[in-house]
């Protein structure tokens, strides 16, 4: 069985991330994706250290070179593959993930 559908796989830029609303109201969680090298990773929009959203401003979520995930609120810095975080107030934290899959070129919720 496959969860509900975040989006195409083509609609994410690679590398490239993209943010999502997943639910509404008390069950609503807000993600992003991010795609490199063909996979894609998801993690809950939320920093470990601040607990704010990654991207202040908003749907940024990489460096500028494409290869880390970057807090806006701080600069911390996260690995894309596992949300580990390399740089800044949260070093050895982690970003939430988010088990998602891939099929017929669609990316799913994991279920």
Known sequence: ???????????LDDPGARGFALGQGKTRR??????????????????????????????RFLTQDET????????????????????GPCVGEHLESIAVDIIDGVVRLAG
């Open 1 to 11: 069985m496959t969860g509900p559908e975040i989006c195409a796989l083509d609609d």
């Open 30 to 59: 807000d993600i992003f994706l991010v795609r490199k090298d063909n996979a894609v990773f998801a993690y809950l929009n939320r920093c470990p250290h601040a607990n704010q959203p990654l991207d202040a401003r908003p749907g």
């Open 68 to 87: 880390q995930i970057i807090c806006g609120g701080h600069a911390a810095l996260f690995r894309i593959e596992d949300g580990l975080c390399t740089s």
